[in-house]
T-cell receptor, first 113, second 115 residues
Framework: NAGVTQTPKFRVLKTGQSMTLLCAQD?????MYWYRQDPGMGLRLIHY???????AKGEVPDGYNVSRLKKQNFLLGLESAAPSQTSVYFC????????????FGQGTRLTVV | AQSVTQLDSHVSVSEGTPVLLRCNYS??????LFWYVQHPNKGLQLLLK??????LVKGINGFEAEFKKSETSFHLTKPSAHMSDAAEYFC?????????????FGDGTTLTVKP
């Protein structure tokens, strides 16, 4: 029972490089989310998806793009990485409907130098 | 709009003594409220959730929280701290009727447990 799986777990990028973070969930959840976690700031929502083929902006979307081509996968892309994007990234998924909690992946620690 | 404030960024207790982590929220709707725990270099794990049923909610590992609408609070408590409770704790509010269930996180409270 894998739950929510994020790859990679760690990555170091040079400024200007691009990369894609993959989130996969095996719970058939409708909703998926990407957050970033910075010291002393809790988690902030980057983008989210309410179903296959749909995406929407969250609180801090600039510099990121997402895609949800398959229900089980939610990809987060950085086209031109910047040092300000150094952070820990968490993916989460949630079943549709009321009163359902989110399940989180283990996180991806990204450093942009 | 919704927001959540965790009133203490750091809490330190001795092993075996009670734990109190404070959380106040604001929400335009009847909110769903959650507490998550994050151990170092780990993901977030759900401790408990309030979903408009009983106001006193029991969670895992002996934690519980009481929803007080009049005080807009959802404080997390545990009668007796254990060393393994040392972690970061997040209070989360979600308006599950709107906004695709987007959650707003508090800034977190770091719990230290002294032997």
């Amino acid at each position: 029972n894998a739950g929510v799986t994020q790859t990679p777990k760690f990555r170091v990028l040079k400024t200007g490089q691009s990369m894609t973070l993959l989130c996969a969930q095996d719970m058939n959840h409708e909703y998926m989310y990407w957050y970033r976690q910075d010291p002393g700031m809790g988690l902030r929502l980057i983008h989210y998806s309410v179903g296959e083929g749909t995406t929407a902006k969250g609180e801090v979307p600039d510099g990121y793009n997402v895609s949800r081509l398959k229900k089980q996968n939610f990809l987060l892309g950085l086209e031109s990485a910047a040092p300000s994007q150094t952070s820990v990234y968490f993916c989460a998924s949630r079943k549709g409907g009321l009163n359902t909690e989110a399940f989180f992946g283990q996180g991806t620690r990204l450093t942009v130098v | 709009a919704q927001s959540v404030t965790q009133l203490d960024s750091h809490v330190s207790v001795s092993e075996g003594t009670p734990v109190l982590l404070r959380c106040n929220y604001s929400s335009s709707y009847s909110p769903s409220l959650f507490w998550y725990v994050q151990h170092p270099n780990k993901g977030l794990q759900l401790l408990l959730k309030y979903t408009s049923a009983a106001t006193l909610v029991k969670g895992i590992n002996g934690f519980e929280a009481e929803f007080k609408k009049s005080e807009t609070s959802f404080h997390l408590t545990k009668p007796s701290a254990h060393m393994s409770d040392a972690a970061e704790y997040f209070c989360v509010v979600s308006d599950l009727n709107t906004n695709a269930g987007k959650s707003t996180f508090g800034d977190g409270t770091t719990l230290t447990v002294k032997p």
